[in-house]
């Protein structure tokens, strides 16, 4: 291992995400909680992650399906209670799984009482927990335009002021220059660590500071005012004062989100040292590789354009920080369906598998990525349930697109696709629970599900706990250093891990059809151990091969 890489153990985790409200519905209401993830704990561990996220779990109105949080120390009636959330935490630790909290900050829901005070109280310090404006003349405070839909403003006739969101309008922003309100924030987080939970995931968390005076954006057609309300330099002064006053004392792991994120700016965040303010930081840009800054701005997908991504980010943080692996979580359609294929969909589910699992960094699964779900289609848009689909419903009729072809783009790239309901086995309702779900279950649910998995040797769940196995195995896979080979291939994504005198090729096709594959230089795959391969091993080894449809081989030179 490079002298400057130090071992740690959130560097060699990995984790589950659970987006509760899909996952496992244990008292039979049709919605996913508590008691249903106590179910589901041995299944988590036997993956062979170290850590569970669970996406939120506090009281919420649900206009963002829990990101709207209503009261920070407390656990959702449709998810349980607090009592019910200990015995999760004391089960989780048992079994030696970390959990984490997803920690919203940036804005709370309209239906917090800090915001309800700050409206009807508007003399009271709560008023200030929030960026209430006047209007200039008829029109709102400044030009900034909310990432979900339309301006960020919203206009309050009692008071005669406006309230800022760059989300949903049920999704106020909360004005953390003000010192009360961090008060509040570290209280929230000392609740929870005293409790016993090990760490946050920071949702958006480079939002949370706002330029000062709030001046007007450069006008674009979506999220103007960016540039003033995404990395402020304020937002290190909160996230120091955050580490250092709760965060440190009680070795809490951070993860914070962060669109718009280049590894230049994430290292500002995330190199290690003194002045390391998170763990870890979730960018967007390999989310990228077939679209244009949104999932909804489609584009046919580009390999280069995600090996450029991937490699840059194993490059710049290389010694100097760490890397967050995903490929799927609850804000985008599901993986195979994007930039693996329906029709190869166990042989593409396990070359994605391949690619980032095996990369430096920590890895993060999302519920139903390990057995290979796909998207769904829905037959009308009054089915859908997001905020985010409703919104661009609104802006696509805008901009002319009929409502069918709509149909068809929100089918493809909504979120919504991640959020219906895990698929347990072939039981009614998927075996998700005993009552009409809260959302459509994806109806190839027979044929797609986690006890199907189970007895099948070869299926996608059981490469995924191989991988994470071989993962644990090989300090090579966690600290190893990386280099790509065939940067210019259209089709191929070749990459090799070097460590301690180990060496591991990884050879991964996004194509169905075949293509020539030569080993690089100083591979001689006669002399490496095939350690996996989305098919039957070959007949006869040779150094150049014709790959099959979506076809990964991993060898091991030691
Ligand atoms: C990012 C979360 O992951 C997403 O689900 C949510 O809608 C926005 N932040 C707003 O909280």
Not at 140 to 151: A, C, D, L
Not at 359 to 387: A, C, H, W
Not at 517 to 530: E, I, V
């Amino acid at each position: 291992m490079p002298a400057q890489i130090k071992p740690a153990w959130w560097k060699e985790m990995a984790v589950y995400q659970v987006w509760p409200r899909s996952f496992c519905d244990g008292n039979g209401d049709g919605v996913g909680d508590l008691w249903g993830v106590l179910e589901k704990l041995d299944y988590i561990k036997s993956l062979g992650v170290d850590a569970i996220w669970f996406s939120p779990l506090y009281p919420s109105p649900n206009a963002d399906y829990g990101y709207d949080i209503a009261d920070y120390t407390d656990i959702s009636t449709d998810y349980g209670n607090l009592e019910l959330f200990r015995r999760v935490l004391r089960e989780a630790h048992a079994r030696d799984l970390k959990v984490f909290m997803d920690l919203v900050i940036n804005h709370s829901s309209d239906e917090h009482e800090w915001f309800r005070k700050s409206k009807e109280e508007p003399a009271s310090p709560y008023h200030d927990y929030y960026f209430w404006r006047k209007g200039k003349g008829k029109k709102p405070p400044n030009n900034w335009k909310s990432t979900f839909e339309g301006g960020a403003w919203e206009y309050d006739g009692d008071l005669q002021e406006y309230y800022l969101h760059v989300f949903a309008k049920k999704q106020p922003d909360l004005n953390m220059a003000n010192p009360a309100l961090r008060r509040e924030i570290k209280d929230i987080l000392r609740f929870w660590l005293e409790m016993g939970v090990d760490g946050f995931r920071e949702d958006v968390i480079t939002y949370i500071a706002k330029k000062e005076g709030l001046p007007n954006g450069f006008p674009l057609p979506i999220g103007t005012g960016l540039e003033h309300y995404t990395n402020q330099p304020k937002v290190k002064d909160y996230l120091r004062e955050f580490r250092d006053e709760v965060l440190a004392p009680f070795g809490a792991f951070t993860v914070g989100e962060a669109p718009m994120m280049t590894p230049r700016t994430a290292k500002e965040f995330i190199s290690e040292g003194e002045d390391q303010l998170l763990n870890l930081m979730f960018h967007f840009q390999h989310m990228e590789a077939d679209c244009i800054l949104t999932d909804w701005i489609p584009t046919p997908f580009r390999l280069r354009k995600l090996k450029k991504v991937f490699s840059a980010w194993q490059r710049e943080l290389r010694g100097v920080a760490w890397n967050a692996l995903y490929l799927e979580n609850h804000d985008h359609p599901r993986i195979i369906s994007r930039y693996g294929s329906e029709k190869y969909r166990v042989e593409s589910g396990k070359m994605l598998a391949a690619v980032y699992l095996l990369q430096s960094g920590t890895p993060f699964i999302y519920q139903g990525q390990e057995i290979g779900m796909v998207n769904n289609r829905l037959d009308s848009v009054e089915k859908f349930k997001d905020v985010v689909t409703f919104n661009n419903q609104k802006l696509f009729r805008k901009l002319g697109i009929s409502s069918a072809r709509y149909l068809r783009l929100a089918n493809r790239r909504s979120r919504e696709n991640a959020r219906t309901p895990m698929q347990w086995s072939a039981a009614p309702h998927a075996g998700f629970s005993r009552a009409e779900p809260w959302f459509c279950v994806n109806p190839n649910y027979p044929e797609i599900n986690v006890a199907a998995a189970e007895a099948d040797a070869f299926s996608l769940l059981h490469w995924y706990r191989a991988l994470l196995r071989f993962r644990k195995e090989n300090p090579l896979v966690v600290y190893g250093d990386y280099r790509e080979y065939k940067k210019n291939s259209r089709s191929l994504y070749v990459y090799a891990r070097e460590h301690e005198g180990k060496r591991l090729l990884v050879i991964c096709s996004f194509s169905e059809k075949p293509v020539r594959f030569r080993a690089p230089p100083g591979f001689d795959l006669l002399h490496g151990k095939r350690v996996f391969g989305n098919y039957a091993p070959p007949e006869r080894q040779n150094d150049q091969f014709l790959t099959k449809p979506y076809e990964c081989r991993v060898y091991l030179f030691e």
